[in-house]
């Protein structure tokens, strides 16, 4: 493992976060905080196909072995 992270560039931007597992479920928010093998997202929505969006409260702590890929914009769109 290694001693340090590379520390993404769209840190304080609103992401979209498509996950591994499940697959068809992607968390929208802003990264926050990238430390270590785990990103925090605040102000996030979780999104899972076939189901209206849900706002999560709290913070959201994902592993980075668990993003499949990051979309940054601010006009992020989601398909139903």
């Known amino acids: 493992m290694p001693l340090w992270y590379w520390r993404p560039p769209c840190l304080l931007q609103t992401v979209m976060v498509n996950l591994v597992q499940p ?14 093998p785990w990103l925090r ?13 849900q706002a999560i409260t709290g913070d ?4 980075r072995t668990n993003v499949a890929y990051i979309e940054v914009g601010g006009h992020l769109s989601v398909t139903p």
């Open 23 to 36: 697959p068809d479920e992607a968390i929208r928010g802003v990264l926050w905080q990238s430390r270590g």
């Open 41 to 53: 997202l605040k102000d996030a929505t979780g999104y899972k196909i076939g189901h209206p969006p």
């Open 60 to 63: 959201v702590l994902i592993e």
